[in-house]
């Protein structure tokens, strides 16, 4: 056996070994978020999480990836920004997030041949050159374009595979000259329509973990309201999504429970002029929130006379309501319920969006505690109160 293939046998062994005893904690991080805080690494507490997931990188051509409105000297500061995260966070992987809702170039990229071939020799390059430690894959969506919100084809579903072989290929490459493990994932749709739109099982066996958004099941785009990130299903719920039933969905289709990681959020979703039958819940409203509702304006309405809170015990979902606004959200509550389910399902972790949505550390730190307690017996950053 040549060297460099003994070399490669044992960085997949080491990764399966490290996936195997290891939970992940994943979170997406907004890079124009963090340019508020000129990049500095004491805002981010990187020794409670696994993996950043750097977004967003886009795609540019049809073939190259780039972040808008960053020139060369942005992007130095920002990955020396990286540079000192890692350093003062051993252990810590930071990650390339390609794509995100309503990033187009995907299709038309991934459909030929050589522009495959042109975007995964810039993927590779970006990782040389910044020294990260894996990709991930954010097309919202294949062959459905998101609604029609980005260009999308038929062939989708093949070219999507074809895409992270050719990924998995080249990281694998870069691995034999460097002697590290990159790992490549996907974000995915956590509802039936999106398994029909990849193909699950031969996706399954190409990636290293797939980040299941088991989020946004309400929104502006529902015609009533409801919890946004249920872990189970209620029997009162007409859609009949939950967090639950996105994990079932993908293990049935192929994908090994050690590399599914549940993606939770760290935002609220909300409506006005709901209608008072039922606390507000599964009710019809005026008027959506489109915007994302962080978590630190959500314990302002905690703390707002009049905003009652409520348990769905059957959906294991807090939510509230003044008898117009109505909200969906994650709680410390919610979120204990939901790690202690990946615990119990062999699931590869836990990801959420997006780390300054949670502007105090509170998710995040129950996250950590519960998953990882004995790590968070001696953990010393106790930055909760960090302006982000």
Known sequence: MRPKSLILILLLLTGLLYAGKNYRITGYLAVWKWEEHRWSPDVVEGNRLTDINLSSVLIKNERVIYMENYDENKLKNLFSGVRKLKEMSPGLRVNLSVGGWGADGFSDMAYYPENRAYFVKSVVNWMRKYDLDGVDIDWEYPVDGGGGTIKSRPEDR????????????????????????????????????????????????????????????????????????????????????????????FLEAGFPARKIVLGVPFYGRGWKGVVQENNGLYQPYREAISNEINYSKIREFQAKNGMKKFWDSAARAPYMYDGDLWISYESPRSLKLKVKFVKNRGLGGIMFWEYFLDPTGELLKTIFQVLCPEKAMKDKFIHLNHPR
């Open 158 to 249: 093949e070219d999507f595979t074809l895409l992270m072989k050719d990924l998995r290929a080249a990281l694998n490459r870069l691995s034999l000259s460097t002697g590290k493990k990159y790992t490549l994932s996907f974000a995915a749709g956590a509802f039936e329509e999106y398994l029909q739109w990849i193909e699950p099982g031969k996706l399954a066996g190409v990636v290293d973990f797939v980040n299941l958004m088991a989020y946004d099941f309400y929104g502006e785009w529902t015609d009533i309201t409801g919890h946004h990130a249920n872990l189970k299903h209620s029997p009162y719920d007409p859609y009949g999504r939950s967090a639950e039933r996105a994990v079932n969905l």
